[in-house]
């Protein structure tokens, strides 16, 4: 694990405009019976909204919660400044009490850390997600991981060129969840092999056009799929580089999508390689 080390970002911080840090803040547990949503700059809860409050109480676990940022309204009352959706999913279960960091703010003040905290958050890659997912044990991702290993490919935990990836990495984590999804495991670890098999030559390929082509082509003609080592050797032959390459301009020609060019190509080489 990582040290807390904040002298590589030191250059980032620029003027310090303040010496003050402002108001420590507490920490409590509080009634969500005492908790207040000021509506003049909190989020309406629209459907989405409400879904992931459903989320959240459907799979309520502390370790998940974090805590409710708040501010005095006094009287043992206080407005939410983040975190009204864990607070609502928190009374669906039936939480009587929540932990709340409480801040020094009057309304304005509520108001500009609730843009703050909201406005300023790190987005999260995908990648990032799934690599958690993964290390999580969550069932869908570690299937996808294994599934991804059987055609010889790793999914990056980061994005990465395509330039300074190692044989068999990949970003399109989005295609392959999908390609799963809709055609099973056999079938995409088979796909992937297709592509692997070009070893070293074959950096960078593992990308959304290539595999979803590959899928699509062999769904569309599953005899071509046994005996594996017959279409193996055939891709092997099959200039995957070149070819995704011409299919792209194809298909900024024709208006139509990547890998449908890419599918073309491959069906026609596949059908004069080995097809009946």
Request: hydrophobic share 45%; net charge positive; glycine share 8%.
């Amino acid at each position: 694990m990582r040290l807390v080390d904040s002298r590589p970002f030191a250059s980032f911080v620029g003027e310090i405009v303040s010496e003050k840090l402002g108001t420590t803040p507490q920490l409590m547990w509080l009634p969500i019976a005492n908790l207040r949503i000021d509506e003049t700059y909190q989020r309406e809860v629209l459907r989405n909204g409400a879904r992931n409050i459903g989320r959240i109480a459907r799979y309520f676990d502390w370790s998940l919660f974090g805590v409710v940022v708040v501010a005095s309204l006094g009287d043992g009352f206080y407005a939410i400044v983040d975190g009204q959706h864990r607070t609502i999913a928190a009374d669906i279960r039936g939480v009587i009490k929540v932990p709340c960091v409480v801040i020094a703010a009057d309304p304005g003040k509520q108001a500009k850390a609730f843009a703050a905290i909201n406005g300023s958050v790190t987005a999260i890659h995908p990648l990032a997600i799934f690599a958690a997912d993964v290390a999580a044990g969550d069932d869908a991702a570690v299937r996808l991981r294994d599934v991804c290993l059987a055609g010889g490919v790793t999914i990056c935990r980061n994005p990465v060129p395509s330039n300074l990836m190692k044989p068999g990495q990949t970003i399109a984590v989005g295609t392959l969840k999908e390609c799963l999804k809709s055609y099973g495991a056999d079938h995409l670890a088979l796909a992937l092999r297709c592509i692997t098999v070009h070893g070293g030559r074959g950096t960078g390929l593992v990308k959304s056009p290539a595999i979803k082509a590959i899928c699509h082509v062999l769904d569309a003609e599953r005899s071509w799929m046994v005996p594996e080592g017959r279409l193996i050797k055939a891709m092997s032959r099959f200039d995957l580089r070149n070819e995704l390459n011409d299919a792209d301009v194809e298909a900024r020609q024709k208006h139509m999508r990547h890998h449908s060019a890419l599918a073309l190509r491959l069906f026609d080489y596949l059908d004069a390689e080995i097809g009946a």
